[in-house]
């Protein structure tokens, strides 16, 4: 809105007028969806014109995205293999050595009772001491000692087996023990599913950060394209501005360019992981077989498809926006 | 259309001063050739009228509307009621005659059936009527301008601008394209026409504004 408009009683009537003015033509609901399909198929058409340029921007694309989706097919495979590994989970209760036989025995009833506990396991000192003889070797230390050095344990079996899905809950349960007075230290055996929770941890934010990187190379590809397109086709930005065109119908044909080429990208990338997911599923279930488990592959299916075409798409628009907007304003009649 | 400048000026950043104090009143329905060597400043002040460029002093008054009051997002509908014929705007060559008259009407969202009917309308009025699948490139240069003027028109506008609408053409096709100038002023539209073609605009008897140097030396009477 120009600054030099005038503050006083004519101000009113050009208000007015002004608002007129835009009235003068308005779009119904109808021409707009008739305009916004002739609009998306004259697009489409226009990119046919210059298949080359066309194939490899959606090349180009399709490389940029099949990446992080091959990634997130690997990731959901993981993933699904650990949820079906499941074990018993045990957590160890060490006492202090301070603790009586009778008070230990009265702890384990207690916990046996809990609502979350399947059963638990006591061993006394004797016990302990008989395990470890055979499993360490080193009978001849432990005889040297003058008394038993190791505490009575209580083997908490949880009624939840480990999963990654009941990893956390475990986890509070572990804390919750090693709070009881009676208690020095309480171990949850499950060290390797730990590891494994993190490393896929590690491997979402490894993916989001790709792809977010990914993405981001869309909107470049896409702006580039628009760019050329717009600056090859400036006669007509200038007609249509003469003529008095609006600078968001200039700007409509090559947002849809935009959406196209995500679109076809976003397809043509989905295509790829399909048919690399395919490629790899040979060998892949020749290991599974060998492990002698019951496990089936997951592919890219058709949401995910979807879910890819989707971001894809809106990249592309996003791209051509962030391109187009600027140079049809850069461009003044002269 | 109603035109009014009140002591209009326009400077450019270099310091070149393309419109000094520029005052001329143009009715509702009237006719006026506008005249003066080149860069006298005709296409600046049809620019000024077209908001292709704004003035740096002075009001510009279009149907009683002070332009400077238009922001950006008015402009558009400002220049759907303004048919232009300018020379360095000229036709598209990758679409036929139709579609390049059909662009006002298409941009306003015309009905399909509503638009081929007025684009016939605007092709039978310059004599083009069989040429409509053509591409513009097929076809000569008075042709041409004649598609120009057909696009010009075609949304019925209260204003017509024409920038050197007879530039390249033999003493025979101008003649016939001031006529057809001629005829839309007669059917109530207001026309500005700049030329340098001074024979011309003797011979069509309406109001001559002159230019020199930026300024109206003369405002009145033909020839």
């Given at each position: 809105?120009?600054?030099?408009s ?5 101000r ?6 002004k608002?007129?003015l ?5 779009f119904?609901?109808a ?6 399909q002739s ?8 990119l046919?014109l ?19 989706g ?12 650990t949820?079906?590994?499941?074990q ?5 209760l060490y ?6 036989d009778t008070?230990?025995l ?15 396991d006591?061993?006394s ?6 395990y ?6 080193y ?8 008394e038993?050095?190791l505490?009575i344990?209580?083997q ?9 899905e009941t ?7 572990r ?9 020095e ?6 060290q390797?599913?730990?590891r494994l ?13 790709v792809?977010?990187?990914l ?8 702006g580039?394209?628009i760019?050329?397109?717009v ?8 007609v249509l501005k ?7 119908y200039?700007?409509?044909?090559f947002?849809y360019m ?11 990338a ?9 490629w790899i599923?040979?060998?892949a279930?020749r290991?599974?077989?060998?492990y002698q ?9 058709l ?5 890819c075409?989707?971001?894809?798409a809106?990249a ?5 926006w962030?391109s187009?907007g600027k ?6 009649l002269? | ?7 209009v ?11 000094s ?9 009237e006719?006026?050739?506008?005249t003066?060597?080149?860069?006298a400043?005709?296409?600046t ?9 704004r003035?740096?002093y002075?009001?510009?008054l279009?149907?009683g509307?002070?332009?400077?009051t238009?922001g950006?997002?008015s402009?558009?509908?400002h220049?759907?009621r ?5 020379q360095n705007?000229?036709?598209?060559f ?11 009407l298409?941009?306003s969202?015309?009905?399909?059936e ?7 309308a ?8 069989g ?12 042709e041409?301008q004649?598609v120009?003027i057909?696009r010009?028109?075609v949304?019925?506008?209260?204003l017509l ?5 007879t530039?390249?053409l033999?003493?025979k096709?101008s003649a016939?394209?001031?006529n057809?100038?001629?005829?839309f002023?007669r059917?109530?539209?207001t ?5 340098h ?10 109001r001559?504004?002159?230019?020199n140097?930026g300024?109206i030396?003369?405002d009145?009477?033909f020839?």
């Amino acid at each position: 809105m120009s600054k030099l408009s005038p503050r006083g009683a004519t101000r009113q009537s050009m208000v007015q007028s002004k608002n007129k003015l835009k009235d003068s033509q308005p779009f119904s609901l109808a021409q707009h969806l008739r305009h916004h399909q002739s609009v998306l198929m004259e697009s489409f058409a226009r990119l046919t014109l210059y298949p080359l340029a066309t194939v490899m921007t959606v090349l180009v694309i399709a490389i940029a995205l099949s990446l992080p989706g091959a990634l997130f097919v690997l990731l959901k495979n993981v993933e699904s293999i650990t949820d079906r590994w499941e074990q018993q989970s045990v957590i160890g209760l060490y006492l202090f050595s301070s603790l009586e036989d009778t008070e230990a025995l009265a702890l384990s009833h207690q916990l046996s009772s809990r609502a979350d506990v399947e059963r638990v396991d006591y061993i006394s000192k004797e016990e302990g001491l008989r395990y470890f003889e055979q499993s360490s070797g080193y009978e001849d230390i432990l005889s040297a000692l003058p008394e038993n050095p190791l505490p009575i344990v209580l083997q908490v079996i949880p009624k939840a087996v480990v999963s990654l899905e009941t990893l956390p809950g475990l986890e509070t349960l572990r804390a919750d023990l090693e709070a009881l007075p009676q208690v020095e230290y309480a171990q949850l055996d499950a060290q390797w599913l730990q590891r494994l929770a993190s490393i896929l941890a590690f491997g979402q934010r490894f993916i989001y950060g790709v792809s977010a990187l990914l993405l981001v190379a869309v909107f470049l590809i896409v702006g580039n394209t628009i760019r050329t397109a717009v600056e090859s086709r400036r006669d007509e930005v200038m007609v249509l501005k003469l003529v008095g065109a609006t600078n968001a119908y200039i700007r409509r044909p090559f947002l849809y360019m935009g959406l196209w080429f995500g679109v076809l990208g976003g397809l043509c990338a989905s295509v790829g992981i399909v048919l690399f997911s395919w490629w790899i599923s040979q060998p892949a279930e020749r290991l599974i077989a060998l492990y002698q488990a019951d496990f089936e592959l997951l592919g890219f299916n058709l949401n995910n498809i979807l879910v890819c075409i989707f971001i894809s798409a809106i990249a592309g628009v996003i791209g051509a926006w962030i391109s187009v907007g600027k140079h049809i304003r850069d461009m003044e009649l002269q | 259309m109603e035109i009014e400048f009140q002591q209009v000026g326009k400077k450019y950043e270099s310091g070149q001063e393309a419109l000094s104090q520029v005052s001329f009143h143009l009715q509702q329905g009237e006719m006026a050739f506008l005249t003066g060597h080149s860069g006298a400043g005709k296409s600046t002040l049809m620019k000024l009228i077209m908001m292709i460029e704004r003035q740096s002093y002075g009001k510009i008054l279009i149907d009683g509307v002070d332009l400077r009051t238009l922001g950006a997002g008015s402009i558009p509908y400002h220049r759907r009621r303004v048919g232009v014929v300018f020379q360095n705007h000229q036709l598209l060559f990758d679409r036929s005659v139709f579609h390049n008259v059909a662009l006002p009407l298409m941009i306003s969202g015309a009905e399909p059936e509503q638009i081929a009917k007025r684009v016939r309308a605007a092709l039978d009025k310059v004599g083009l009527l069989g040429k409509e699948k053509f591409n513009p490139q097929a076809l000569s240069g008075g042709e041409q301008q004649r598609v120009g003027i057909a696009r010009a028109v075609v949304n019925r506008p209260q204003l017509l601008l024409a920038d050197e609408p007879t530039g390249n053409l033999d003493p025979k096709l101008s003649a016939e394209i001031m006529n057809l100038f001629q005829e839309f002023h007669r059917l109530g539209t207001t026309v500005m026409v700049a030329t340098h073609d001074l024979a011309l605009v003797a011979r069509m008897r309406h109001r001559v504004l002159t230019l020199n140097k930026g300024r109206i030396v003369n405002d009145g009477g033909f020839g």
